[in-house]
Every structure is written in structure tokens, then in C-alpha cells.
């Protein structure tokens, strides 16, 4: 069983950076396609990333386009998050979780959901 847990969140001018991590216990974690998600106060989870299991493909959602990228070092059993840019419209809890198959971008293709790291932007 892998479980997950998220840290590297905080206050943020905008425009600037921030770099979540993703912290998994259990071996099997290198064989899972990992995934970002966020949810802003009274918003829907929304997915934001995910990277395959040996870190080769990458894909992002068109709002993070060019300013997110997502690495993962399976030695240490983390996945990263680097956020530039970042404007208010991009605060709340994010949150990683493992996909359940390798193109999972919707919230029922994950599980293992961690408990979350809050990011809050000021203007």
C-alpha cells in the first residue's frame, strides 16, 4: 500500500515559485503514474498533472502549460512539482495521488489521495 503525503506549500507573491514534493512509502510506487491535483474553496478537484512511472512523459493541463513541471526521483520515492508564475487564480489545497492507469487525467482515475498542501497566492 502506498501512501502519500504532500508538503512544500505556503504563501507566495504572485509571480513567484513554489516547489511541492510528494513524499511515497512503499516499493511499489515506481510502477504508478503519479498525478497533481488542486481544489480552490468551493471548487471541484481539478487535475493539474501527471508524470508516467519512470519519469519520461509528462503531461499538463492548459492553464499550466509552460509554467509547471512535474519530475520525480523514484530512488527517493518523490514526485515534484515546480510552480513559476504563479497568479491568484492558482491557490488552494494540492493534493498528489497515484493514477490508476497510465493516461488517468479525472479524479476517479486516482487513488491513494494524500492529504494535501495549501498554496496561497497574494496579489
Known amino acids: 500500500q502506498v501512501q502519500l503525503i504532500e508538503s512544500g506549500g505556503g504563501l507566495v507573491q504572485a509571480g513567484g515559485s513554489l516547489r511541492l514534493s510528494c513524499a511515497a512509502s512503499?516499493?511499489?510506487?515506481?510502477?504508478?503514474?503519479m498525478g497533481w491535483f488542486r481544489q480552490a474553496p468551493g471548487k471541484e478537484r481539478e487535475f493539474v498533472a501527471r508524470?508516467?512511472?519512470?519519469?519520461?512523459?509528462?503531461y499538463y493541463t492548459d492553464s499550466v502549460k509552460g509554467r509547471f513541471t512535474l519530475s520525480r526521483d523514484n530512488a527517493k520515492r518523490t514526485v515534484y512539482l515546480q510552480m513559476n508564475s504563479l497568479p491568484p487564480a492558482d491557490p488552494g489545497v494540492y493534493y498528489c495521488?497515484?493514477?490508476?492507469?497510465?493516461?488517468?487525467?479525472?479524479?476517479?482515475?486516482?487513488?491513494?489521495w494524500g492529504q494535501g498542501t495549501q498554496v496561497t497566492v497574494s496579489s
Open positions: 495521488a497515484r493514477g490508476r492507469h497510465p493516461s488517468a487525467r479525472v479524479f476517479n482515475g486516482y487513488e491513494g
Open positions: 512503499g516499493r511499489t510506487f515506481i510502477v504508478y503514474t
Open positions: 508524470i508516467s512511472y519512470n519519469g519520461v512523459s509528462t
